[in-house]
């Protein structure tokens, strides 16, 4: 019988596992970490806060897609607070992804830009594990200029 330490572990593995695949800029290795749909924060200049959910498939493209002009990434997951409840559970981790921009053909050099924040989860146990299920990113600071970033 799985005790809760068994579901926490398994979750921050299953964290490590996003890091890694996004890091990696493996879409499929992402995609395996995710519910058939994942419920996220919808980009908006309003102040009223939009979730939706999005296809599972969808958001493993667009969360590697956004860092793929970065010569490399290194996200780091850290403090994490899982809660376990039955088949779901919720939790927030820091994050601190270190990324370096690519040299330009006019001379300027690459640079590193450190982001920094927490992400708010939800998990789901599902048939091959747990599954992240929600998932929004606040960012707490950023170290570096962000204007050398080629990522949309």
């Given at each position: 019988?799985?005790?809760?330490?068994?579901?926490?572990?398994?979750?921050?593995?299953?964290?490590?596992?996003?890091?890694?695949?996004?890091?990696?800029?493996?879409i499929?290795?992402?995609?395996?970490?995710?519910?058939?749909?994942?419920?996220?924060?919808?980009?908006?200049?309003?102040?009223?806060?939009?979730?939706?959910?999005?296809?599972?498939?969808?958001?493993?493209?667009?969360?590697?897609?956004?860092?793929?002009?970065?010569d490399?990434?290194?996200?780091?997951?850290?403090?994490?607070?899982?809660?376990?409840?039955?088949?779901?559970?919720?939790?927030?981790?820091?994050?601190?992804?270190?990324?370096?921009?690519?040299?330009?053909?006019?001379?300027?050099?690459?640079r590193?830009?450190?982001?920094?924040?927490?992400?708010?989860?939800?998990?789901?146990?599902?048939?091959?594990?747990?599954?992240?299920?929600?998932?929004?990113?606040?960012?707490?600071?950023?170290?570096?200029?962000?204007?050398?970033?080629?990522?949309?």
């Amino acid at each position: 019988m799985l005790t809760l330490a068994d579901d926490e572990l398994e979750i921050m593995r299953l964290l490590a596992r996003v890091a890694q695949a996004v890091d990696d800029r493996d879409i499929h290795a992402y995609r395996d970490c995710l519910a058939d749909e994942v419920v996220c924060l919808v980009s908006d200049p309003s102040p009223n806060e939009t979730w939706r959910a999005m296809p599972s498939d969808a958001y493993a493209r667009q969360a590697v897609e956004s860092v793929s002009a970065f010569d490399w990434t290194h996200h780091l997951f850290c403090n994490v607070v899982i809660v376990v409840d039955g088949e779901r559970a919720h939790g927030k981790v820091d994050v601190v992804a270190e990324m370096q921009t690519p040299a330009t053909d006019n001379g300027a050099t690459a640079r590193v830009l450190t982001v920094g924040g927490r992400c708010d989860l939800e998990f789901s146990r599902m048939p091959a594990g747990w599954r992240i299920t929600k998932r929004h990113m606040r960012t707490r600071y950023t170290i570096g200029e962000p204007r050398h970033a080629t990522t949309r």
